[in-house]
């Protein structure tokens, strides 16, 4: 009974080592295989200014954040009533992307932007025009408030 044992103990070992060892090996080519963070465009190489603008028309100061991917975002910073925000973005002619660069110039591709008040960011979302070619004009007003914040591209931004 125990050399029985030994025997099945023994080929289950074997039979699940190799695969086991094919799995930590990788595949064929694994020279292709995805890297993490590996695919991150850096730079501005490729890439030319666009300067998102936005008015606050409000009576009170107005956050907004960038819409990054999947569930990340990135705050932009504040206005106050009466004032603006500008944020710095690279615009990729080619493809039409807008990008943020984080402190170690990695493009973070935008997805979307919103305003609203500090206590609800997410109240008003800008129509952001993602198109190739030169850079797109990026000059909003936000105005109104609560329910009724409407954040509209300004006449002549093109």
């Known amino acids: 009974m125990a050399g029985r044992l030994r025997a099945t103990l023994g080929f289950l070992v074997r039979a699940l080592t190799l695969p086991a ?7 064929a080519g694994a020279e292709d295989a995805y890297v993490p963070y590996s695919g ?5 190489e490729g890439t030319e200014p666009a300067t998102l603008t936005v008015q606050n028309a409000t009576a ?3 956050a907004c954040t960038a819409a990054l991917a999947h569930w990340y975002s990135a705050p932009l910073g504040q206005a106050a009533p009466g004032g603006r925000l500008t944020v710095r973005l690279r615009h990729d002619p080619e493809t039409g ?3 943020l660069l984080n ?3 990695d493009r973070m ?5 919103t305003c609203g008040p500090p206590d609800a960011p997410h109240a008003a979302r800008l129509a952001l025009p993602f198109r190739a ?3 797109p004009a990026l000059a909003y007003r936000c105005a109104g408030g609560g329910d009724a914040l409407a954040c ?3 006449e002549g931004a093109e």
């Open 152 to 154: 509209d591209r300004l």
């Open 103 to 105: 402190e170690g110039q």
């Open 133 to 135: 070619g030169l850079a």
């Open 40 to 44: 991150i465009e850096r730079g501005i």
């Open 109 to 113: 591709p935008l997805e979307g932007v």
């Open 97 to 99: 992307a807008l990008a």
């Open 60 to 62: 009170e100061p107005l």
């Open 21 to 27: 060892l094919l799995v930590l090996a990788g595949p």
